[in-house]
């Protein structure tokens, strides 16, 4: 419908007049009838994911597994594990576009990607084959082979070879003057004029005072 000779409005100038449209749309090349705005052509109508323009105005869509949210611009996506919208049959982990079902342990996921079902284990020592891979003790765990040293030793970062334990430069050695490493073990000793204390671990120079004091 035309206001004189706008479609719209009809604003009057001293002599002369012009035309306007509605918000959301705009004035067609004649200066007189009106046109529906695309705000979706202006980067996408600041809608992060989809833009869908209608007569006058616009509004923001979101992909499968998000949700619009309360800006009416940005997507969140939707837990499904929080929200339940999940049938998992005992766990439930989120992921950033839908989610997946774990089981328990003991138990794998069917078929449908759901349902949990119990794994029949035949009980295998791990240390039967090889010694588990370690090169001195080896004790079986849920995990597999857990391996071990005899005193003087230490795993090695494999965790299975056994290496010697230099206690000299790890300090487990007694505090003595001297240190002496060896495999599997270390002796300690005093320099000349001392001797090992018997009450601490350490060098004691009694010994030497004492034979001073008879000399003098």
Same mark, same amino acid.
């Given at each position: 419908?035309? #206001? ?16 306007? @449209? ?36 616009? /509004? ?8 619009? #949210? ?33 089981? /328990? ?10 349902? @949990? ?22 004790? /079986? ?20 070879? @056994? ?39 350490? @060098? ?8 001073? /004091?008879?000399?003098?």
């Amino acid at each position: 419908m035309y #206001h004189g000779v706008c479609q719209d409005q009809c604003c009057n100038t001293i002599g002369s007049y012009y035309c306007k @449209c509605q918000a959301g749309q705009k004035l067609e090349e004649d200066g007189r009838g009106c046109e529906d705005v695309d705000e979706c052509t202006v980067v996408s109508g600041g809608c992060q994911q989809r833009c869908i323009n209608t007569l006058g105005t616009f /509004h923001c869509a979101c992909d499968t597994e998000y949700s619009l #949210h309360a800006d009416e611009r940005t997507c969140i996506n939707v837990n499904e594990c929080a929200e339940g919208l999940a049938s998992c049959r005992h766990r439930c982990v989120n992921t950033v576009e839908s989610f997946t079902c774990a089981c /328990h342990p003991g138990f794998e996921l069917g078929a449908d990607g759901k349902q @949990c079902s119990r794994i029949e284990l035949e009980i295998v020592n791990s240390c039967e084959k090889n010694n588990g891979g370690c090169s001195c003790h080896c004790e /079986h765990a849920v995990g597999g082979p857990c391996c071990s040293c005899n005193h003087g030793h230490r795993l090695d970062s494999d965790e299975k070879t @056994c290496i010697d334990l230099d206690e000299c430069e790890s300090g487990e050695a007694c505090w003595a003057q001297l240190c002496i490493n060896y495999l599997g073990g270390s002796e300690c000793s005093c320099q000349e004029g001392f001797r090992i204390s018997s009450v601490a671990c350490g @060098c004691d120079d009694s010994y030497l005072r004492t034979r001073l /004091h008879v000399e003098l």
